[in-house]
């Protein structure tokens, strides 16, 4: 696998996956993967997703090598349901210098999908008026995204969805999946004997609150604080994903910045205890970083 898929995620979502037990937390190489292989993967594939959208909106801004051209594209993604597309090529017409015809084709279309967005709007307060607020929110969340070029209703609407997101009636609702999801992962790491990981999982799930998991998460999370024992090994479970997540960058400079490696490398001798598998590893490497280049 890849290091990057590694490197990609953050403590965060490395800390949501299951781990080994505590017991095993030392003994885990970070050549091995470390913790957070699948939460990896799947933010990279995100990651990824997300720059091949952006990359299809600039490949078509490159193809057209004029205004009448990109009319021509603006219209057809448009049609083709592809607003953001559309809204960027049109905003590119509008503000162009020298100005032709197509300047005020360009405005009067964007005006045009203004009324198109607030028309969408209304149907997604519609659908929150029937209490289907999932579906709701996930219409409301695609068009902040696909008007943002849109001028005066990108504000409109980022404003509107901004507003309706901090009402905890909602909030309770929109994050009732992750925190529930998040509570299942957190007892199950209970069971399996995993109270450190499973602390920093109830962490995360009661950061969603108003939702109904969240809370439960919360009154857990507060017991376990107040076991001075747990918080202890969950302290260490952290630093030692830190030292691993902090290895992995290391692993990447090697060769573009070596100095920067060896810092990274050093930092993780200075913070993983001497018995861990991560700080055997950055001792090694530091080795190879000092040995003399074979010619």
Request: net charge neutral; glycine share 4%; aromatic share 6%.
């Amino acid at each position: 696998m890849p290091k990057h898929f590694v490197v990609a995620v953050c403590l965060v979502s490395i800390c949501l996956q299951s781990g080994p037990l505590w017991a095993g937390h030392r003994g885990m190489s970070p050549r091995g993967g470390g913790w957070g292989i699948a939460g990896a993967a799947a933010a990279w594939a995100a990651q990824r997703a997300a720059w091949e959208r952006r990359e299809a909106i600039a490949e078509a801004i490159r193809r057209a090598k004029n205004n009448q051209q990109r009319m021509v594209y603006a219209d057809q993604a448009r049609k083709q349901g592809k607003p953001r597309l559309a809204a960027t090529l049109y905003l590119r017409v509008a503000l162009a210098r020298p100005r032709d015809k197509n300047n005020n084709a360009a405005k009067n279309a964007l005006k045009a999908m203004a009324d198109e967005g607030r028309a969408e709007m209304q149907k997604a307060d519609e659908l929150l008026a029937q209490n289907e607020i999932v579906e709701a929110f996930q219409k409301l969340d695609y068009l902040v995204w696909a008007y943002e070029e849109v001028p005066e209703f990108n504000h409109e609407i980022a404003d509107h969805v901004s507003k309706l997101h901090h009402e905890s009636r909602y909030q309770a609702v929109l994050n009732e999946k992750s925190a529930a999801d998040l509570l299942t992962q957190a007892q199950k790491q209970e069971q399996d004997d995993e109270r450190c990981c499973a602390y920093w999982t109830y962490e995360e799930a009661a950061k969603l609150t108003p939702a109904p998991s969240a809370i439960k998460a919360a009154e857990r999370f507060d017991a376990m604080q107040k076991d001075p024992e747990i918080v202890a090994e969950a302290e260490e479970c952290r630093m030692l994903r830190e030292c691993h997540h902090t290895f992995h960058t290391a692993e990447l400079l090697e060769k573009s910045l070596p100095e920067k490696a060896e810092s990274l490398f050093k930092e993780v001798l200075a913070k993983a205890p001497r018995d861990s598998e991560v700080h055997r590893c950055a001792e090694e490497e530091l080795a190879k970083l000092h040995a003399p280049k074979q010619r």
